[in-house]
T-cell receptor, first 112, second 112 residues
């Protein structure tokens, strides 16, 4: 059974640009959550989507947004990039919100 | 405010030297506690879910236990391949379906 797939693995952008990250969940999983991981803050919840609807959102500015498609694949967008957005962005999927979440290997985003 | 604290931050063991990692939590209502292992450059790998105080789960050299205020990850006779960062996360009843709150992690190094 294929795991969670995130693309691209690495991304370099400059301040002010925008970026879109992609996540393909485990087949059959309808819940997709996004997290930001940094050395200082650890893993922080961004948002969760279930059946194409955003079910929950963390404490991040509106520059961070996402969506989910009918096949459960999800995308995350960050606009007007700032240096502090440099991080590992992780996607996780589960069959339901309270079941174990399985993570992809993340997208490493570097802002110059 | 819901909070998860892991200790110690870092742990060095000799191969075969057993020890325990701690995860203490202060949450409004616990729906589940999860343990993950994360290797450098990879996403977190799911290890265990614990749902109620007194519950225990085992996998190879790892055993996770849960009380009303904390969880322990016991590592028996560790091997160098057990070296990784171990993350604890909680899922709460505070209306945040699918949101996991993570601790900062314990980085374990096992020397041969």
């Amino acid at each position: 059974k294929a795991g969670v797939t995130q693309t691209p693995r690495y991304l370099i952008k400059t301040r002010g640009q925008q970026v879109t990250l992609s996540c393909s969940p485990i087949s059959g999983h309808r819940s997709v959550s996004w997290y930001q991981q940094t050395p200082g803050q650890g893993l922080q919840f961004l948002f969760e989507y279930f059946s194409e609807t955003q079910r929950n959102k963390g404490n991040f500015p509106g520059r961070f947004s996402g969506r989910q498609f009918s096949n459960s694949r999800s995308e995350m967008n960050v606009s007007t990039l700032e240096l502090g957005d440099s991080a590992l962005y992780l996607c996780a999927s589960s069959s339901q919100g309270n079941q174990p979440q399985h993570f992809g290997d993340g997208t490493r985003l570097s802002i110059l | 405010e819901d909070q998860v604290t892991q200790s110690p931050e870092a742990l060095r063991l000799q191969e075969g030297e057993s020890s325990s990692l701690n995860c203490s939590y202060t949450v409004s209502g616990l729906r589940g506690l999860f343990w993950y292992r994360q290797d450098p450059g990879k996403g977190p790998e799911f290890l265990f879910t614990l749902y109620s105080a007194g519950e225990e789960k085992e996998k190879e050299r790892l055993k996770a236990t849960l009380t009303k205020k904390e969880s322990f990850l016991h590592i028996t006779a560790p091997k160098p391949e057990d070296s990784a960062t171990y993350l604890c996360a909680v899922h709460t009843y505070s209306g945040n379906t699918g949101k996991l709150i993570f601790g900062q992690g314990t980085t374990l190094q096992v020397k041969p």
